[in-house]
């Protein structure tokens, strides 16, 4: 079965552009979360979503928003780019049985250079 | 808020040597928590993960105890190879939602 699978793998943009990122999860998965990982540091939690609603937003500002499509992929958009938004965007997607209560499968991430 | 630290890196081994990547915890109830791993240019995977207290999760001869007492959730190995040259990140999760909180990372490098 293929894993989580994430578009594009790198993107440069200019300071306050807009950017969509994109996540294909695991096939039957249902919750997908986004995260971001400035260089050198850990992952932050930015959003969850779990049959389409938003489950849990983390402290990130009004320029980043979500959604979930009916087939459980899932887009990440920033608006008015900083260069403080420039690093590796992780999507992670886990199963069905349970909001809650899955591991998280994670896939490659997005690189966005912010210039 | 809840919170994971990890000692820093870069951790240089031998290969062959013993290796201890020390995580405590704070957070309130009772979390899950995780080991991950991340190779150069790679997304982060699985590598373990304990439930409740004195769990110990293994996996390709890595090990972690869920020490509630200490909050802490130490990561083992007995013999390092250079392919465990990576970075690692200790997480909790609490049991109500799916957010992981990640510790900052620990660089280890393996030299022949």
């Known amino acids: 079965d293929a894993g989580v699978t994430q578009s594009p793998t790198h993107l440069i943009k200019t300071r306050g552009q807009h950017v969509t990122l994109r996540c294909s999860p695991i096939?039957?998965?249902?919750?997908v979360s986004w995260y971001q990982q400035v260089l050198g540091q850990g992952p932050q939690f930015i959003f969850q979503?779990?049959?389409?609603?938003?489950?849990g937003r983390g402290n990130f500002p009004d320029r980043f928003s979500a959604r979930q499509f009916p087939n459980y992929s899932s887009e990440l958009n920033v608006n008015a780019l900083l260069l403080g938004d420039s690093a590796l965007y992780l999507c992670?997607?886990?199963?069905?049985?349970?909001?809650?209560?899955?591991?998280?499968?994670f896939g490659p991430g997005t690189r966005l250079t912010v210039l | 808020g809840d919170s994971v630290t990890q000692m820093e890196g870069p951790v240089t081994l031998s290969e062959e040597a013993f290796l201890t990547i020390n995580c405590t915890y704070t957070?309130?109830?009772?979390?899950?928590l995780f080991w991950y791993v991340q190779y150069p240019g790679e997304g982060l995977q699985l590598l373990l993960k304990?439930?409740?207290?004195?769990d110990k999760g293994s996996n390709k001869g890595f090990e972690a105890t869920y020490r509630k007492e200490t909050t802490s959730f130490h990561l083992e190995k007995g013999s390092v190879q250079v392919s465990d040259s990576a970075v690692y990140f200790c997480a909790l999760r609490k049991n109500a939602g799916n957010m992981l909180t990640f510790g900052g990372g620990t660089r280890l490098m393996v030299k022949p």
């Open positions: 304990a439930t409740k207290a004195d």
């Open positions: 979503y779990y049959e389409k609603e938003e489950r």
């Open positions: 957070a309130t109830g009772y979390p899950s």
């Open positions: 096939s039957g998965h249902k919750s």
């Open positions: 992670a997607s886990s199963g069905d049985r349970g909001w809650g209560t899955d591991t998280q499968y």
